[in-house]
């Protein structure tokens, strides 16, 4: 098993949890000024990166590719499938979110 891998997949989740929480510690009066559909368009384009990665992996060791190994292969397969998930999740929570506003009695 690729040690290393996993030290950089730990690396990742470990920077992935930092973005999410803002960076840094935040301050009170710090304003955002990213706004969502930018923030929305990089996720996608990080999950379509994550499964473009995993299909290449993938291809590699089926090919025979000595420099891959299945290990490698399903540690990215993974990453996808979660990152997947994760913005499938994301997707129903939004609409859920405009379903309850759009009922709400004004």
């Known amino acids: 098993m690729n040690v290393s891998g996993m030290g950089n997949l730990l690396a990742e989740m470990r920077a992935a949890m930092v973005a999410a929480q803002g960076g ?5 009066d710090t304003v955002a000024t990213t706004d969502f559909a930018s923030v929305l368009k990089s996720s996608l384009d990080g999950v379509a990166q994550a499964q473009n990665q995993a299909e290449t992996m993938q291809k590699e060791f089926v090919l025979g ?4 190994g299945l290990s490698d292969v399903m540690i990215d ?3 996808a499938n979660i990152s997947f998930q994760a ?3 994301v997707r129903n929570k939004v609409i859920a979110a405009y379903n309850d506003i ?3 009695q004004v």
């Open 24 to 28: 840094s510690a935040l301050k009170i």
């Open 65 to 68: 590719n000595d420099k891959v």
């Open 77 to 79: 397969m993974q990453k």
């Open 87 to 89: 913005t499938v999740q």
């Open 102 to 104: 759009m009922n709400m």
